[in-house]
């Protein structure tokens, strides 16, 4: 399916501009597009012990959790004012992970300069037990 990536850059970038990131002045935002139209957005939201800080795209997931996770995940976009356009960090990778099996991820700084990826491209082999 032809992922309208418009919407979804404009609430990332937006989100981005909410970024908590006294520390390190690095402001990313996400915006998750569901099956049902919906779209959630994550900025990073840093913290005075450095170790807590949470990302925007793990901020998005929960996001759409809290919601009752509507849908399923069919898109991520991910914005930084970095050169190449940031990619999520592993600990990211293994949280979308968790929710599909793929997705298509666009990558992008305010330049418009921009990189598709696929999650199964990045994480290629994620944790799979299944529990209990
Ligand atoms: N950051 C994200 O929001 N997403 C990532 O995938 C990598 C890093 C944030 C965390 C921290 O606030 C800042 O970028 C610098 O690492």
């Not at 404009?10 to 501009?17: K, L, P």
């Not at 996400?30 to 049902?36: I, K, P, R």
């Not at 800080?53 to 996770?69: D, L, Q």
């Not at 190449?84 to 298509?104: H, S, V």
Request: net charge negative; with cysteine; glycine share 6%.
């Amino acid at each position: 399916m032809e992922i309208d990536w418009k919407p979804l850059i404009q609430a990332a970038r937006a989100a981005s501009e909410h970024a908590y990131a006294p520390f390190s002045k690095f402001k990313v935002g996400a915006a998750l597009l569901t099956t049902d139209g919906r779209i959630f957005t994550g900025c990073n939201v840093e913290n005075r012990t450095y170790g807590l800080t949470i990302c925007a795209e793990r901020c998005a997931i929960t996001a759409w959790v809290a919601a009752g996770s509507p849908g399923q995940l069919q898109a991520l976009v991910v914005h930084a004012d970095l050169s190449p356009p940031a990619r999520p960090c592993g600990m990211c990778r293994e949280t979308l992970a968790e929710f599909a099996k793929d997705l298509p991820i666009l990558l992008i700084n305010p330049d418009d300069e921009h990189e598709e990826v696929s999650l199964k491209e990045i994480f290629p082999q994620p944790f799979e037990w299944a529990g209990p």
